[in-house]
Every structure is written in C-alpha cells, then in structure tokens.
T-cell receptor, first 113, second 111 residues
Framework: GNSVTQMEGPVTLSEEAFLTINCTYTATGYPSLFWYVQYPGEGLQLLLKATKADDKGSNKGFEATYRKETTSFHLEKGSVQVSDSAVYFCALLYGGATNKLIFGTGTLLAVQP | DSGVTQTPKHLITATGQRVTLRCSPR?????VYWYQQSLDQGLQFLIH???????AKGNILERFSAQQFPDLHSELNLSSLELGDSALYFC??????????FGNGTRLTVT
C-alpha cells in the first residue's frame, strides 16, 4: 500500500546549521508530495509541495525535490533558525475520489541558539 | 490563519461520555477530513466527506461517527470514550486535488 517513511527525530542543530530531513515513499502511480510543519500548539501548515517527478518545492528557505528514481522527497534548508523549531511531516497524496493525505510519523527539529 | 475553524480548542471529559467536535472549512472547500494525532499512533486519517457525502474511511472506530451538513460544516462524534481516545483531533479542508488546510485542532482529554 501507500506509505511514507521519515527519519526518526529529534534532530538537534545549532543556529545556521544545514538541515536535512529524509523522507521516502511507497506508492502506486504518481502521487503528489508535501511537507507540512507543526509549530507547538498549532495545526499543520503546508510548507511546500511537488506534484511530479523532478519538481522542486520551495518556501521560506526550505527545499525538497521529488525524486522518482529513489522514491524520495528529502527536506533541506541551508541555514536554520531557532524559529524553525517544529515538527515536520512528509506526506503523499494519492488522488482519485478520496484525495487522502498519508503522513509520515513526523520529525521533531530543535534549533539551539 | 488557515481559514479552517475548529471548536472547542480543549475538551476534558470522563470515560464513557460522548462529545462532539465541530469544524468549519475554508470558504469554498467542499471536502472535509478528520485526523487523529496521538503520541503513539502519529497522524491517523479518520474520515473524509465531500459535499455532504462520505468518501473514505480510515482508522475510525465504530464508536466514532461524523457528518457534514448542507452548510459544509462537519461534526465528529466520539462516544463511549476511553482513556486511549485522548488525542488531538484535526479537521482539514480542501478543494479537490489541492493541498489540505488544517485547523488548529481540538485537544481531547479523557479522564
């Protein structure tokens, strides 16, 4: 079936460090891929998306490239800030009638000053 | 602000009781989804409604039910509550084929 696997957290980095959070997926067909972010006490916010192979999604300095050959969608940021501390969720959307999002388990990022 | 409104923000109730969680989707969104977030299970899809009709069911217990009304708001009903039902319940809405937009959730505590 369709599923998403994320690297386990927590990931602890110093401010201005480089961030990578790995995400791989299993899916039939060609799903759309997303990263959502959840700040403490809040709901999930869409961070970026990619709808087809080789697409690069980007937002707020974060990037992820849809790699069909490796079934991956790793999240990267060149220089993290304390305000980036949150839980990051990779997700895939397979279409049809349900339009259902399947989430990974989430990765907690803690950025220290 | 995602435009999705969930009420109440917090709910504390006892085992065996019944509660109703409410969700107002973004203006124009016909789809409403319910998710449960708990520490041990992560984010679990519960159910999807589109324009008043149930479209898909996920890991939703028989004690739970939902509906979407003609004005497109949705309610999630949880009955015979157990301690393990304590979780964050999120509602999300979307236009078909577009990303989901989430509300801030209802935190349910069952004591």
């Amino acid at each position: 079936g369709n599923s998403v696997t994320q690297m386990e957290g927590p990931v602890t980095l110093s401010e201005e460090a480089f961030l990578t959070i790995n995400c791989t997926y299993t899916a039939t067909g060609y799903p759309s891929l997303f990263w959502y972010v959840q700040y403490p006490g809040e709901g999930l916010q869409l961070l970026l998306k990619a709808t087809k192979a080789d697409d690069k999604g980007s937002n707020k300095g974060f990037e992820a490239t849809y790699r069909k050959e490796t079934t991956s969608f790793h999240l990267e940021k060149g220089s993290v800030q304390v305000s980036d501390s949150a839980v990051y969720f990779c997700a895939l959307l397979y279409g049809g009638a349900t339009n259902k999002l399947i989430f990974g388990t989430g990765t907690l990022l803690a950025v220290q000053p | 602000d995602s435009g999705v409104t969930q009420t109440p923000k917090h709910l504390i109730t006892a085992t065996g009781q019944r509660v109703t969680l409410r969700c107002s989707p973004r203006s124009g969104d016909l789809s409403v989804y319910w998710y449960q977030q708990s520490l041990d299970q992560g984010l679990q899809f519960l159910i999807h409604y589109y324009n008043g009709e149930e479209r898909a069911k996920g890991n939703i217990l028989e004690r739970f039910s939902a509906q979407q009304f003609p004005d497109l708001h949705s309610e999630l009903n949880l009955s015979s509550l157990e301690l393990g039902d304590s979780a964050l319940y999120f509602c999300a809405s979307s236009v078909q084929g577009s990303p989901l937009h989430f509300g801030n959730g209802t935190r349910l505590t069952v004591t």
